[in-house]
């Protein structure tokens, strides 16, 4: 059975998400680097954390406008894919993916580190590979967060705000400590000419960036936050505030307790430790001292860790939802309810990175790949607010717009240069491998263009050339054909899988059983989704029979549940999602407030279609002898192609009905109308005088009709009601009206055309 992704919407308030990004970044670059870092750059490093931290603020900014204007699962993959399209989006995903495996391996390795320092561990040789007890313990340290990840265990948002506080408290008073211990004159020179003087600042800059991963993890949960207007800015922007703080004066006293010759590697593995010694030491409290930062190093290093796996399964299953990736990589586990094969993968690679065990230049590899996605990052704010995409409607803007983006994406990919050879080419693979991906494998599967190549081809009779035909040739193929069902129960629903599946069939595509479970606004969603079948009963029975139904017609099926508080517009929310090309949904008694038509009332009113839309009226599937009534205009061209859908699939007899005042005039309609859709073997009927009435005699005898929406607009129909309508009341026949996506002026929407 395809793997059931899940949609659902968290209330992850202001602190979790602050926690979030503090809590995977005050990691690294305290407990980590601070070695490799001295070794660098010398009492300078601090003066790197402080330009990384400016540099990061930039794309934090643009991140924060991003994510209120679109909060979906994915975060900077989900920007970059959108807005500069799905070549864009393979590198920025792969970039983002290898990227986080890179930083997990580094964490772990540093959680290797302290928990070598109070427990005993082998070096050992695997394979003729030598692994130190650092390596080892990395190694049992990753397979436990792999398996924490695998079975579902997490970390929730209070425990997350739990252990934030205890870093800060522990780092607080360890600064404040050797502060009282430190020695400015260990801080001179502060640019030291053997490690370059300040010529060293940019390149230690780029060692210490992957302490500043952690804020763009934020909004990789854009989708399950509160307020986001309000609450993404600020957990993005104060997450980098607060650790470039930290960082900048915990340097400080860390070189001015001890010099920061003696606290290279070479001389200690965990500088940290030394220094927590001689603060804590003047008060009598040296072990305490040691024991408190230990826990503090192992709590830091594995939160990281444990954050940066999860966080590459929400970069997954963006990518898998928009098709760049297999599905098959998203299946979710049958007992534990995770992405068990996207997380598998992950940490194959991340035990993998562990084994090649060089930290510095995990470090560097991971921020060249994340110094690339924050680059495209920041230039896909400016493509979006130059393209001035109608959906676009940030809460929160860019202060100095375009200088900030400007500035993010030359300071990102300005800081690439500053990183040595073999990082840049290691992530640089990944780069050319996430292009090749895109054009041999992707390309054939994605349907949805970003906004830069829609604006481009708009535009072409008004730009180069070149920027034309670059666009022409990066745009996605068709993909295949997608036909999405949203269901409920497997008792009513059966006859739209199958009609869904006969469309899909003929199609060569595949039907998306989409199971939208609602919940009462009282009710949370992440109550609703770990409490499924308290919500509704039988919630597995629907997909599992879409699923049975579909393939009797050896029709590929997917399915998808989303938790919401609102059934039909969860519906529409879900096929742009989901890239459909074709929505099958059952009769609603009043039609959402919009009688003759799919969508709702506010739909009709402030936004077009989606997609394709057909709505069933069912009173038994039998698509044996087909009556499609039509006056011309674009719906009724969608009533003729399924009707050539469902006569090739079912070998269907079709019938065309035109109701016109002149009967001679209304047979050479029909004829050229029948002609210009492919259905000129169908028998043609034309009556006159009353439509209602002419429709409900040419109903008798046929098992289905096929109608177009009404194209009168929303207060004509309010007030007098519509002939869809009232033809479906009166014949006894199932019904399909059948609704064309297209662009409608507030005019048409209010008046009809």
């Known amino acids: 059975?395809?793997?059931?992704?899940?949609?659902?919407?968290?209330?992850?308030?202001?602190?979790?998400?602050?926690?979030?990004?503090?809590?995977?970044?005050?990691?690294?670059?305290?407990?980590?680097?601070?070695?490799?870092?001295?070794?660098?750059?010398?009492?300078?490093?601090?003066?790197?954390?402080?330009?990384?931290?400016?540099?990061?603020?930039?794309?934090?900014?643009?991140?924060?406008?991003?994510?209120?204007?679109?909060?979906?699962?994915?975060?900077?993959?989900?920007?970059?894919?959108?807005?500069?399209?799905?070549?864009?989006?393979?590198?920025?995903?792969?970039?983002?993916?290898?990227?986080?495996?890179?930083?997990?391996?580094?964490?772990?390795?540093?959680?290797?580190?302290?928990?070598?320092?109070?427990?005993?561990?082998?070096?050992?040789?695997?394979?003729?590979?030598?692994?130190?007890?650092?390596?080892?313990?990395?190694?049992?340290?990753?397979?436990?967060?792999?398996?924490?990840?695998?079975?579902?265990?997490?970390?929730?948002?209070?425990?997350?705000?739990?252990?934030?506080?205890?870093?800060?408290?522990?780092?607080?008073?360890?600064?404040?400590?050797?502060?009282?211990?430190?020695?400015?004159?260990?801080?001179?020179?502060?640019?030291?000419?053997?490690?370059?003087?300040?010529?060293?600042?940019?390149?230690?800059?780029?060692?210490?960036?992957?302490?500043?991963?952690g804020f763009a993890k934020i909004t990789t949960v854009a989708e399950e936050l509160k307020n986001p207007g309000r609450n993404l800015p600020l957990a993005v922007v104060g997450s980098v505030l607060v650790v470039t703080v930290m960082y900048a004066i915990i340097m400080v006293v860390l070189m001015g307790v001890v010099n920061w010759r003696q606290l290279g590697p070479e001389f200690t593995p965990t500088p940290v430790l030394d220094v927590a010694e001689i603060a804590f030491g003047t008060v009598g409290l040296a072990g305490v001292g040691v024991g408190l930062l230990t826990f503090a190093g192992l709590l830091a290093t594995a939160s990281s860790a444990n954050a940066s796996i999860l966080a590459s399964s929400r970069i997954n299953f963006a990518m898998g939802r928009d098709k760049l990736v297999s599905d098959k990589l998203n299946a979710i586990h049958p007992n534990f309810a995770t992405p068990y094969r996207s997380i598998a993968v992950t940490g194959g690679l991340i035990l993998l990175f562990i084994g090649i065990g060089d930290v510095k230049v995990l470090a560097k590899a991971g921020s060249v790949l994340h110094l690339i996605v924050y680059g495209l990052l920041n230039v896909a704010?400016?493509?979006?607010?130059?393209?001035?995409?109608?959906?676009?409607?940030?809460?929160?803007?860019?202060?100095?717009?375009?200088?900030?983006?400007?500035?993010?994406?030359?300071?990102?990919?300005?800081?690439?240069?500053?990183?040595?050879?073999?990082?840049?080419?290691?992530?640089?693979?990944?780069?050319?491998?996430?292009?090749?991906?895109?054009?041999?494998?992707?390309?054939?599967?994605?349907?949805?263009?970003?906004?830069?190549?829609?604006?481009?081809?708009?535009?072409?009779?008004?730009?180069?050339?070149?920027?034309?035909?670059?666009?022409?040739?990066?745009?996605?193929?068709?993909?295949?054909?997608?036909?999405?069902?949203?269901?409920?129960?497997?008792?009513?629903?059966?006859?739209?899988?199958?009609?869904?599946?006969?469309?899909?069939?003929?199609?060569?595509?595949?039907?998306?059983?989409?199971?939208?479970?609602?919940?009462?606004?009282?009710?949370?969603?992440?109550?609703?989704?770990?409490?499924?079948?308290?919500?509704?009963?039988?919630?597995?029975?629907?997909?599992?029979?879409?699923?049975?139904?579909?393939?009797?017609l050896g029709v590929d099926v997917e399915t998808h549940t989303v938790f919401s508080h609102r059934r039909f517009e969860a519906v529409f929310d879900a096929a742009r999602d989901h890239g459909a090309d074709l929505v099958v949904m059952g009769w609603g008694e009043d039609m959402h407030g919009s009688p003759g038509r799919a969508e709702s009332a506010f739909d009709d009113l402030a936004n077009d279609l989606p997609c394709d839309v057909v709505v069933l009226r069912d009173r038994g599937f039998d698509p044996g002898r087909l009556l499609v009534p039509t006056a011309g205009g674009p719906d009724s061209d969608l009533s003729a192609e399924i009707a050539q859908l469902l006569r090739a699939e079912h070998d269907a007899e079709v019938t065309l009905l035109h109701v016109a005042d002149e009967r001679r005039a209304g047979e050479t309609f029909l004829e050229e109308w029948a002609d210009s859709h492919g259905l000129s073997d169908a028998t043609l009927r034309v009556e006159t005088g009353d439509v209602e009435a002419a429709i409900e005699r040419a109903a008798t005898g046929h098992t289905m009709v096929l109608v177009g929406a009404t194209e009168r607009g929303l207060l004509p129909r309010l007030a007098r009601g519509t002939l869809v309508l009232d033809v479906i009341d009166d014949i006894d026949c199932s019904v399909v009206m059948a609704e064309r996506a297209r662009e409608r002026s507030v005019l048409e929407r209010l008046f009809g055309n």
Not at 108 to 126: K, M, N, Q, S
């Open 381 to 552: 704010l400016v493509v979006m607010r130059e393209a001035d995409a109608p959906e676009y409607q940030p809460e929160f803007e860019v202060p100095l717009y375009p200088v900030v983006p400007i500035l993010g994406a030359v300071t990102s990919f300005g800081l690439i240069g500053f990183m040595d050879r073999i990082e840049i080419a290691l992530s640089l693979v990944f780069v050319v491998g996430g292009l090749a991906w895109y054009l041999f494998y992707a390309r054939g599967q994605v349907a949805k263009p970003g906004v830069l190549s829609q604006y481009v081809l708009s535009r072409s009779d008004e730009l180069p050339n070149p920027a034309v035909s670059a666009a022409e040739t990066v745009q996605p193929d068709e993909g295949t054909y997608r036909v999405m069902v949203p269901l409920s129960n497997p008792a009513s629903e059966r006859d739209l899988v199958t009609l869904a599946s006969s469309i899909a069939r003929q199609r060569g595509g595949t039907v998306d059983a989409v199971h939208i479970v609602t919940a009462p606004d009282q009710t949370a969603l992440q109550y609703a989704a770990d409490h499924a079948e308290a919500v509704e009963e039988g919630y597995h029975e629907t997909l599992d029979a879409a699923v049975r139904d579909g393939q009797t």
């Open 1 to 213: 059975m395809p793997a059931n992704d899940e949609e659902l919407a968290k209330d992850l308030g202001l602190l979790s998400a602050l926690t979030i990004g503090v809590g995977t970044m005050i990691g690294a670059g305290i407990f980590v680097l601070p070695g490799q870092a001295a070794a660098a750059a010398g009492p300078a490093v601090a003066l790197s954390f402080v330009v990384g931290g400016v540099i990061s603020l930039f794309t934090a900014l643009s991140a924060s406008e991003l994510g209120t204007a679109m909060p979906k699962a994915g975060g900077s993959y989900y920007y970059v894919n959108h807005a500069l399209g799905p070549l864009f989006g393979s590198v920025a995903g792969w970039g983002n993916w290898m990227g986080l495996a890179f930083a997990s391996a580094f964490y772990t390795l540093g959680f290797g580190e302290y928990l070598a320092t109070f427990l005993p561990l082998p070096a050992l040789a695997v394979a003729g590979v030598g692994l130190s007890e650092f390596q080892v313990g990395a190694l049992l340290a990753g397979l436990a967060f792999i398996g924490v990840n695998y079975v579902g265990a997490k970390e929730t948002g209070s425990v997350q705000i739990v252990i934030v506080t205890l870093l800060v408290g522990i780092l607080t008073l360890f600064s404040v400590l050797g502060f009282l211990q430190a020695d400015v004159a260990t801080l001179r020179p502060f640019f030291p000419t053997e490690t370059g003087g300040g010529t060293a600042v940019l390149p230690a800059t780029g060692l210490v960036f992957v302490s500043f991963l």
